[in-house]
């Protein structure tokens, strides 16, 4: 279903409450619809290059009305950044989707601000059409085509068109390198945590291809093993039609077929997984969105890009040993059985 607007939403609609103190609309409708384990989601429609795309809403902050003379101008050679509007005393970076997107660029008269990863931007488009609220199983992961690399982490049909669901930390991060994952230490390894956690294999279920491979390859460096789904369906599956068991689950919240909050509460209540360590791992987890966590029974919570406190919260929750008994013995102590 959508929400009730008609026809093509004016960015007025959005900021009329916002100017006279209110909260805003994006924010009323976060209240609503974000509860633990609906397995719903806000999907808002917008067009880039006369196209229809998508974004996740539960990055969207609010829509305003772009005026082109309102940007100050920063050199840069991405051709994503167009510079930064001052927007409620902060200065917003301002980021051309047709541009990065290589499409043919229309009139710019729209602006979505978000936060994504702790950073705070605005997204440039033609227009926002409608917000849109559907189940998450209406949307479709890309499968086979997400090996081409493209920005898109799905599809949904809505009105007989097909719209591209954006990776939003994807793009944001090629224009805006602080909202990439954080450019992490290598994981502390030896010989005897390197024994105990090869012992280990995590699942991790994400539908960021970007955000994916970066906790794989973190992981497998940590010296874990790893399997990896695009979907929390795909890692249900996996976990209970197919009786696989992995020591640990690290799950993002927003993904097509099945989000990791409903994954994380129908695992908890079942007898045979409820053991199961989990740990939420989205750059939507901030403020109450810790409480959803301890909610729906999650054993950690962590807000992306903190890539470095992932492994040492692996390894708390697995009981991994850094030190062996020798180590940890003063020198010239005898080891004691």
Not at 6 to 20: C, F, K, P
Not at 184 to 195: C, D, F, G, L
Not at 238 to 262: C, N, Q, W, Y
Request: glycine residues 8%.
């Amino acid at each position: 279903m959508s929400i009730a607007y008609s026809g093509r939403l004016r960015a007025a609609d959005w900021v009329h409450e916002t100017q006279s103190g209110g909260p805003s609309s994006v924010d009323n409708l976060h209240g609503i619809l974000l509860d633990v384990g609906t397995n719903e989601v806000e999907i808002a429609s917008l067009r880039l290059g006369g196209n229809p795309y998508g974004i996740n809403c539960a990055k969207l902050r609010e829509i305003i009305p772009l005026a082109m003379s309102d940007i100050t101008k920063i050199p840069s050679k991405n051709p994503g950044m167009m510079g930064i509007l001052m927007h409620r005393g902060d200065a917003v970076p301002m980021i051309d989707l047709s541009a990065l997107l290589h499409l043919d660029n229309q009139v710019n008269r729209v602006a979505m601000v978000i936060e994504v990863s702790m950073v705070r931007c605005g997204l440039v488009c033609e227009a926002v059409d409608r917000i849109h609220r559907l189940s998450w199983k209406d949307l479709h992961p890309l499968g086979a085509l997400s090996s081409f690399g493209a920005p898109v982490t799905g599809t949904v049909i809505i009105d007989d068109e097909m719209l591209p669901i954006l990776d939003i930390e994807s793009l944001v991060a090629q224009v805006l390198p602080a909202a990439s994952m954080d450019e992490a230490a290598p994981p502390v390894i030896n010989e005897h945590i390197e024994t105990q956690r090869s012992d280990h294999t995590i699942f991790v279920a994400d539908d960021s291809g970007l955000i994916r491979r970066t906790v794989e390859t973190y992981l497998l460096q940590a010296g874990y093993k790893t399997t990896t789904f695009s979907t929390g369906r795909e890692a249900w599956q996996a976990i209970v039609d197919e009786g696989k068991r992995p020591s640990l689950l690290i799950t993002d919240i927003e993904m097509p077929e099945m989000d990791g909050l409903t994954l994380c509460r129908r695992l908890k209540e079942r007898d045979d997984t409820k053991s199961l360590p989990i740990v939420l791992f989205s750059s939507l987890l901030a403020g109450n969105d810790d409480d959803r966590g301890d909610r729906v029974g999650a054993d950690g919570v962590f807000a992306k890009p903190q890539l470095n406190a992932l492994v040492p919260a692996v390894d708390e929750l697995l009981k991994i040993e850094l030190q062996s008994v020798e180590e940890e013995s003063e020198p010239g102590t005898a080891v004691t059985e």
